[in-house]
Protein backbone atom coordinates (compact mmCIF):
# COMPACT_ATOMS: atom_id res chain seq x y z
CA UNK A 1 0.00 0.00 0.00
CA UNK A 2 2.82 2.77 0.95
CA UNK A 3 4.56 1.59 -2.11
CA UNK A 4 1.46 2.26 -4.45
CA UNK A 5 2.04 6.02 -3.47
CA UNK A 6 5.42 6.32 -5.85
CA UNK A 7 2.59 6.46 -9.11
CA UNK A 8 -0.32 7.75 -7.13
CA UNK A 9 -1.86 11.35 -8.95
CA UNK A 10 -3.07 12.45 -5.02
CA UNK A 11 -0.47 12.47 -2.80
CA UNK A 12 -2.53 14.10 -0.40
CA UNK A 13 -5.28 11.88 -0.51
CA UNK A 14 -2.54 9.03 -0.22
CA UNK A 15 -0.98 11.35 3.12
CA UNK A 16 -4.29 11.50 4.98
CA UNK A 17 -5.12 7.94 4.55
CA UNK A 18 -1.42 6.77 5.50
CA UNK A 19 -1.20 8.83 8.34
CA UNK A 20 -4.40 8.62 9.77
CA UNK A 21 -5.80 5.42 8.84
CA UNK A 22 -3.47 2.73 7.71
CA UNK A 23 -0.20 3.40 10.18
CA UNK A 24 -1.78 3.97 13.41
CA UNK A 25 -4.84 1.34 13.39
CA UNK A 26 -1.59 -1.23 12.52
CA UNK A 27 -0.11 0.19 15.45
CA UNK A 28 -2.88 0.16 17.30
CA UNK A 29 -3.69 -3.20 16.97
CA UNK A 30 0.01 -4.15 17.84
CA UNK A 31 -0.13 -2.49 20.82
CA UNK A 32 -3.23 -3.92 21.70
CA UNK A 33 -1.41 -7.61 20.96
CA UNK A 34 1.54 -7.11 22.76
CA UNK A 35 -0.31 -5.66 25.72
CA UNK A 36 -1.75 -9.49 26.34
CA UNK A 37 0.19 -11.80 24.56
CA UNK A 38 -1.30 -15.38 23.97
CA UNK A 39 -4.58 -14.71 25.79
CA UNK A 40 -7.95 -13.35 25.04
CA UNK A 41 -7.61 -10.26 26.85
CA UNK A 42 -7.19 -8.13 23.42
CA UNK A 43 -10.06 -8.79 22.03
CA UNK A 44 -11.85 -8.35 24.91
CA UNK A 45 -10.45 -5.11 25.82
CA UNK A 46 -11.53 -4.27 22.29
CA UNK A 47 -14.80 -5.21 22.42
CA UNK A 48 -15.42 -3.26 25.35
CA UNK A 49 -14.07 0.12 24.12
CA UNK A 50 -16.14 -0.34 20.83
CA UNK A 51 -19.23 -1.35 22.05
CA UNK A 52 -18.92 1.40 24.81
CA UNK A 53 -17.64 4.31 23.13
CA UNK A 54 -20.70 3.13 20.41
CA UNK A 55 -23.20 3.43 23.40
CA UNK A 56 -22.16 6.77 23.98
CA UNK A 57 -21.79 8.46 20.83
CA UNK A 58 -25.50 6.72 19.74
CA UNK A 59 -26.81 8.33 23.10
CA UNK A 60 -25.54 11.82 21.29
CA UNK A 61 -26.56 11.21 18.24
CA UNK A 62 -30.23 10.61 19.85
CA UNK A 63 -29.75 13.79 21.73
CA UNK A 64 -28.87 15.88 18.31
CA UNK A 65 -32.23 14.15 16.33
CA UNK A 66 -33.85 15.19 19.94
CA UNK A 67 -33.14 19.26 19.63
CA UNK A 68 -32.06 19.30 15.91
CA UNK A 69 -28.36 20.28 16.46
CA UNK A 70 -25.76 19.19 14.31
CA UNK A 71 -21.95 19.86 14.76
CA UNK A 72 -19.30 20.97 12.35
CA UNK A 73 -21.00 20.14 9.29
CA UNK A 74 -22.87 22.97 7.44
CA UNK A 75 -23.52 21.59 4.91
CA UNK A 76 -25.36 18.72 6.75
CA UNK A 77 -26.91 21.38 8.54
CA UNK A 78 -28.88 22.97 5.55
CA UNK A 79 -29.76 20.00 3.82
CA UNK A 80 -31.70 18.67 7.39
CA UNK A 81 -33.45 22.29 7.09
CA UNK A 82 -35.17 20.85 3.35
CA UNK A 83 -35.28 16.94 3.99
CA UNK A 84 -38.10 15.05 4.99
CA UNK A 85 -36.32 13.36 7.88
CA UNK A 86 -33.09 14.45 10.22
CA UNK A 87 -30.08 13.45 9.71
CA UNK A 88 -27.78 12.86 13.15
CA UNK A 89 -24.01 12.55 12.59
CA UNK A 90 -22.83 12.35 15.75
CA UNK A 91 -18.99 13.03 16.20
CA UNK A 92 -18.44 12.23 12.84
CA UNK A 93 -18.87 14.77 9.73
CA UNK A 94 -20.88 12.06 7.96
CA UNK A 95 -23.73 10.48 8.96
CA UNK A 96 -23.14 7.54 7.25
CA UNK A 97 -19.85 6.87 8.65
CA UNK A 98 -21.88 6.93 12.24
CA UNK A 99 -24.20 4.80 10.83
CA UNK A 100 -21.26 2.13 10.21
CA UNK A 101 -19.79 3.12 13.22
CA UNK A 102 -22.83 1.28 15.63
CA UNK A 103 -23.76 -1.34 13.03
CA UNK A 104 -20.12 -2.69 13.26
CA UNK A 105 -20.61 -2.09 17.13
CA UNK A 106 -23.80 -3.67 16.99
CA UNK A 107 -22.79 -6.71 15.50
CA UNK A 108 -19.64 -7.51 17.78
CA UNK A 109 -22.43 -6.59 20.41
CA UNK A 110 -24.67 -9.50 18.86
CA UNK A 111 -21.80 -11.78 18.16
CA UNK A 112 -20.54 -11.59 22.20
CA UNK A 113 -24.54 -12.18 23.24
CA UNK A 114 -24.75 -15.20 21.50
CA UNK A 115 -21.97 -16.85 23.43
CA UNK A 116 -22.48 -14.98 26.97
CA UNK A 117 -23.98 -16.76 29.62
CA UNK A 118 -23.33 -14.30 32.29
CA UNK A 119 -26.89 -12.83 32.77
CA UNK A 120 -26.17 -8.95 33.66
CA UNK A 121 -23.84 -8.64 30.77
CA UNK A 122 -26.42 -10.15 28.32
CA UNK A 123 -28.65 -7.99 30.05
CA UNK A 124 -26.10 -4.66 29.43
CA UNK A 125 -25.00 -5.94 26.20
CA UNK A 126 -28.83 -6.22 24.75
CA UNK A 127 -29.73 -2.48 26.15
CA UNK A 128 -26.44 -1.38 24.00
CA UNK A 129 -27.75 -3.09 21.21
CA UNK A 130 -31.21 -1.29 21.53
CA UNK A 131 -29.49 1.83 21.95
CA UNK A 132 -26.83 1.88 19.19
CA UNK A 133 -29.94 0.91 16.87
CA UNK A 134 -31.83 3.71 17.87
CA UNK A 135 -28.78 5.84 16.97
CA UNK A 136 -28.65 4.18 13.63
CA UNK A 137 -32.44 4.76 13.15
CA UNK A 138 -31.59 8.23 13.35
CA UNK A 139 -28.52 8.70 10.74
CA UNK A 140 -31.22 7.19 8.45
CA UNK A 141 -27.92 5.55 6.65
CA UNK A 142 -29.64 2.52 4.47
CA UNK A 143 -26.14 1.54 3.54
CA UNK A 144 -25.14 0.86 6.70
CA UNK A 145 -28.39 -0.92 7.75
CA UNK A 146 -28.07 -3.04 4.95
CA UNK A 147 -24.36 -4.16 5.90
CA UNK A 148 -26.35 -4.61 9.57
CA UNK A 149 -28.67 -7.05 8.06
CA UNK A 150 -26.38 -8.68 6.09
CA UNK A 151 -24.16 -9.25 9.16
CA UNK A 152 -26.77 -10.56 11.72
CA UNK A 153 -27.88 -13.12 8.69
CA UNK A 154 -24.33 -14.70 9.16
CA UNK A 155 -24.47 -14.57 12.54
CA UNK A 156 -27.90 -16.46 12.62
CA UNK A 157 -26.31 -19.09 10.28
CA UNK A 158 -23.60 -20.13 12.74
CA UNK A 159 -25.79 -19.58 15.84
CA UNK A 160 -28.70 -21.58 14.70
CA UNK A 161 -27.94 -23.44 11.66
CA UNK A 162 -28.65 -22.44 8.09
CA UNK A 163 -32.31 -24.56 7.64
CA UNK A 164 -33.84 -22.47 10.19
CA UNK A 165 -32.18 -19.33 9.12
CA UNK A 166 -32.82 -19.78 5.95
CA UNK A 167 -36.69 -20.46 7.07
CA UNK A 168 -37.24 -17.40 9.41
CA UNK A 169 -35.88 -14.96 6.82
CA UNK A 170 -38.03 -16.20 4.12
CA UNK A 171 -40.74 -15.96 6.42
CA UNK A 172 -39.41 -12.51 7.04
CA UNK A 173 -39.17 -11.25 3.39
CA UNK A 174 -43.00 -12.57 2.54
CA UNK A 175 -44.59 -11.39 5.67
CA UNK A 176 -42.86 -8.06 5.38
CA UNK A 177 -41.60 -7.55 2.00
CA UNK A 178 -44.98 -8.71 0.51
CA UNK A 179 -47.86 -6.41 1.65
CA UNK A 180 -45.18 -3.64 1.28
CA UNK A 181 -44.75 -4.88 -2.56
CA UNK A 182 -49.05 -4.88 -2.70
CA UNK A 183 -49.50 -1.66 -0.81
CA UNK A 184 -46.57 0.80 -1.63
CA UNK A 185 -46.07 1.46 -5.32
CA UNK A 186 -42.74 2.67 -4.60
CA UNK A 187 -41.66 -0.28 -2.77
CA UNK A 188 -43.05 -2.62 -5.96
CA UNK A 189 -41.01 0.10 -8.60
CA UNK A 190 -37.39 -0.65 -6.78
CA UNK A 191 -38.09 -4.57 -6.77
CA UNK A 192 -39.22 -4.44 -10.74
CA UNK A 193 -37.32 -2.22 -12.21
CA UNK A 194 -33.37 -1.97 -12.46
CA UNK A 195 -33.52 1.23 -12.93
CA UNK A 196 -35.46 2.82 -10.47
CA UNK A 197 -33.39 0.58 -7.96
CA UNK A 198 -29.95 1.85 -9.53
CA UNK A 199 -31.64 5.60 -8.71
CA UNK A 200 -32.26 5.26 -5.15
CA UNK A 201 -28.56 3.94 -4.49
CA UNK A 202 -27.97 7.63 -5.32
CA UNK A 203 -25.23 6.88 -8.13
CA UNK A 204 -23.37 4.22 -6.29
CA UNK A 205 -23.92 1.30 -8.92
CA UNK A 206 -22.60 3.83 -11.24
CA UNK A 207 -19.68 4.91 -9.11
CA UNK A 208 -18.55 1.30 -8.35
CA UNK A 209 -19.08 0.51 -12.60
CA UNK A 210 -16.46 3.18 -12.76
CA UNK A 211 -14.15 2.36 -10.08
CA UNK A 212 -14.27 -1.51 -12.52
CA UNK A 213 -13.35 0.14 -15.42
CA UNK A 214 -11.00 2.39 -14.04
CA UNK A 215 -9.02 -0.45 -12.85
CA UNK A 216 -9.22 -2.16 -16.33
CA UNK A 217 -6.61 0.88 -16.94
CA UNK A 218 -3.84 -0.36 -14.30
CA UNK A 219 -5.27 -3.74 -13.47
CA UNK A 220 -1.82 -5.56 -11.41
CA UNK A 221 -0.36 -2.58 -9.61
CA UNK A 222 -3.43 -0.17 -9.55
CA UNK A 223 -3.89 3.73 -9.80
CA UNK A 224 -2.13 4.44 -6.24
CA UNK A 225 -3.23 5.28 -2.78
CA UNK A 226 -5.37 8.33 -2.53
CA UNK A 227 -5.84 8.72 -6.51
CA UNK A 228 -9.42 6.77 -6.90
CA UNK A 229 -11.37 10.21 -7.20
CA UNK A 230 -8.65 12.16 -9.26
CA UNK A 231 -8.65 9.26 -11.60
CA UNK A 232 -12.06 8.75 -11.63
CA UNK A 233 -13.09 12.50 -12.57
CA UNK A 234 -10.97 12.38 -14.87
CA UNK A 235 -12.97 10.21 -17.15
CA UNK A 236 -15.73 13.12 -16.98
CA UNK A 237 -16.31 15.37 -19.87
CA UNK A 238 -16.15 18.95 -18.21
CA UNK A 239 -20.15 19.53 -18.28
CA UNK A 240 -20.75 16.17 -16.54
CA UNK A 241 -18.02 17.09 -13.90
CA UNK A 242 -19.14 20.05 -12.77
CA UNK A 243 -22.87 18.21 -12.12
CA UNK A 244 -21.57 15.44 -10.47
CA UNK A 245 -21.49 16.00 -6.27
CA UNK A 246 -19.28 12.76 -5.74
CA UNK A 247 -16.20 11.16 -7.08
CA UNK A 248 -15.38 8.69 -4.52
CA UNK A 249 -16.75 4.90 -4.71
CA UNK A 250 -18.02 4.32 -1.75
CA UNK A 251 -17.49 0.33 -2.02
CA UNK A 252 -14.44 -0.51 -0.20
CA UNK A 253 -13.37 -3.93 -2.41
CA UNK A 254 -13.87 -1.43 -5.55
CA UNK A 255 -11.54 1.03 -3.89
CA UNK A 256 -9.02 -1.39 -2.71
CA UNK A 257 -9.34 -2.81 -6.08
CA UNK A 258 -8.88 0.42 -8.43
CA UNK A 259 -6.16 1.92 -6.50
CA UNK A 260 -4.24 -0.99 -5.12
CA UNK A 261 -5.31 -2.93 -7.66
CA UNK A 262 -5.02 -7.10 -8.18
CA UNK A 263 -2.12 -7.61 -5.56
CA UNK A 264 -3.94 -4.83 -2.96
CA UNK A 265 -7.08 -6.78 -3.47
CA UNK A 266 -5.28 -9.81 -3.00
CA UNK A 267 -4.33 -8.96 0.44
CA UNK A 268 -7.37 -7.59 0.87
CA UNK A 269 -9.40 -10.60 0.07
CA UNK A 270 -6.70 -12.67 2.22
CA UNK A 271 -6.95 -10.20 5.43
CA UNK A 272 -11.16 -10.99 5.02
CA UNK A 273 -10.86 -14.80 5.15
Not at 175 to 184: D, E, R, S
Request: hydrophobic residues 55%; aromatic residues 10%; positive net charge.
Amino acid sequence: TLVSTLWSDDMQEATIKIVCFYIPFVLLLRLVASLWPETDRPLRAVLTVTIAMASAVALLALYQFATKTIWWNETLETANNYNRFFRANGIFFDPNILGRYLALAMVAGVAVLLVTRGATRAWLLAASCVVMAGGLAVSFSRSSAIMLTAALFVLALRAFGVKRTLLVTAAGVVLIGGPAMIFKESVREKFTSVDALVGSSEGRFRLAEGGVDLWRTSPVHGVGLGAFAERYEETFPERDRNRTRVFISHTAPVTVLTELGIIGFGFFVLMCV
